[in-house]
Each structure stands twice: as C-alpha cells, then as structure tokens.
C-alpha cells in the first residue's frame, strides 16, 4: 500500500477517514454518485469492535471480507497486512481506545446498469466512530419483536456482509416502531433465522442451540467466537431450526452483535424469556476475552 498520508493541519484534529490509500477529513472525504455500492449496494463491508485501541476478531472479520470478495469477484489492491496497517492508523490518528472501525469495500464506479463490466477501480473506506468503553461491563438486554421481512433459507449471500441491507433497515423500523430494541427474522420457510443486526441462541437444559446459517443467517463473526467460548467451557453447542415457540419455551435467548459482544432477550413478542445463567458465563468469558485480547 503506497500511501502517503497528509500530516495533520494545524485547524484539523480529526475525524480522519481512510479512503482509497490516504488519510483525510471526514469532511473532505469524497466518493462519486456512480460509485455502485451508493447506486446499487454492490459491496461489503465489516464492523469492528475496538477496544483498548486494538480492533477485537480483525483476522476473522478480514476472512469474512475476502470470501466475499472472492465471492462477488471484487479485487482491491491490498494486502491483509496492508488492510491491518491502515486500521491501526485509523484507530491512532483518531484517538479513540474504544470505537466502532468500518471498513467497506466497493466495487466502485461503472457504467449505467447492473453489469459490473469495466468497474475495476474499487472503493475501500476505513471510518470509526467513538464508542464509550463497555468491556467491562454488561450491556442491557433487548426485546425483541417477529418482523414481517423474511429471509431466504439458503441464500449464499447470507454467507457474506454485503451492503444492500434493505430488509435489515425495515426490519429495524419495525422494532423502533413497536418500541422495543430489535427485530427477529424468520426465514422463507418459517424457522428462526437471525435478527436485523445479530445472530441469535437460544438454552435448552444445559445445551445451547442456533439457527444453522443455511437457514438464512448471516455467518457472524462473533457468532463463530462464541463457538470457541462455549469449547472452551465444556459447552455443549449444535445448529437447529426453530419456530419461534421453540424460542418463548426455551430456558433463555442471546445474541451476538459485534460492537457489543453477547447480549440477553428478555421478550418476543411480548412474552417474556428466561434469562439462563448460562448467558451469564458466556458473557463474562467474552469480556475476559476482550481484555486479554489488548
């Protein structure tokens, strides 16, 4: 990566944007309205935890983003090691220990269309927002309300954090008018997939159980992270399909968000949910993670 980054001006303090291999005011920074990922969602993009000043899962955010390149054939000029440079830059120049990193990759400016012919000059944009250090605390549970979106059972999309997320946003909606934090997704066929902006658990006995991606859920990266929890912690943890009866029965319901770590269900659908103290071992052996991680 040859970037060249501007020193900062003696009236400028941040917040700096990395675009396209250089540094630059988020007030300055530029994208064209042909770019396709703003004219059609053509694009991926991941979000970051960071705390301490270090982005927590990067490698496994970084696989995640280059299967989906690979995927969608999207081909941007830089390494991994590269990529890992800016971020860090990013996370220094803005002087944020704790925030929310993005980065998003698009496929960048083309002719009028759907084809992607002759775009080959992609948009890669690094941004952070601050966020208050919550490591070592526990973040609030949510309730949850049945969306009326559905999403497609095996879908390979879901596979991928692409940046067309008109479902996420209408089921996001949905939740805020109802009043509640969040909404769950079911899938074309009825089962439980995934909610707007998290993957879901769920407690039966000891065991814990969650929707197999090929229901239609997103393969999240915290999602994998509490897989390697619970091995660590002699866990029982398997894939299942699910109504949501299965769920309002259940001896408890969590989610994993990336920028919050696992967070606890106390209603769907106004029902109220069992909170198992299991969640509470799988959320201090997060925050125990998190530490050690920096």
């Avoid at 941040?14 to 694009?43: C, H, I, K, Q, Y």
């Avoid at 830059?89 to 944020?96: K, L, M, P, Q, V």
């Avoid at 619970?230 to 990336?258: H, K, M, Y």
């Avoid at 103290?277 to 050690?292: D, K, N, S, T």
């Amino acid at each position: 990566m040859n970037a060249s980054p501007p020193s900062p001006s003696p009236s400028h303090s941040g917040p700096w944007v990395f675009l396209n291999g250089a540094f630059v005011p988020e007030a300055g920074a530029r994208v064209s309205v042909f770019d396709r990922s703003f004219l059609l969602g053509d694009g991926l993009f991941e979000t970051v935890r960071v705390v301490n000043s270090r982005p927590f899962l990067w490698t496994e955010h970084l696989a995640r983003l280059r299967f989906g390149l690979h995927h969608l054939r999207i081909q941007i000029p830089y390494s991994d090691a590269e990529l890992t440079d800016a971020a860090h830059e990013s996370i220094s120049r803005n002087g944020f220990a704790g925030a929310v990193l993005r980065l998003h990759v698009s496929r960048g400016r083309g002719a009028r269309g759907y084809s992607p012919h002759g775009a080959t000059d992609p948009t890669v944009v690094i941004t952070l927002h601050a966020l208050d250090d919550t490591s070592r605390t526990l973040p609030a549970p949510w309730r949850l309300i049945t969306s009326s979106v559905r999403v497609i059972a095996g879908d390979p999309l879901s596979a991928m954090k692409t940046a067309s997320k008109l479902p996420n946003i209408i089921a996001r909606m949905e939740a805020e008018d109802a009043g509640v934090e969040e909404a769950l997704l079911l899938n074309s066929r009825g089962d439980v997939a995934e909610t707007a902006s998290s993957n879901i658990f769920w407690v039966e006995n000891d065991d814990l159980l969650t929707p197999p991606l090929v229901a239609g859920a997103l393969a999240g990266v915290t999602r994998g992270f509490v897989f390697r929890l619970c091995l660590d912690l002699n866990l029982a943890v398997q894939e299942a399909t699910c109504p949501t009866s299965r769920l309002i029965a259940s001896d408890g319901v969590f989610l994993t968000v990336s920028t919050l770590g696992i967070v606890g269900v106390t209603s769907l659908d106004g029902h109220p949910l069992a909170l198992s103290p299991l969640i509470g071992r799988l959320q201090a052996a997060y925050g125990e993670a998190l530490q050690q991680s920096v």
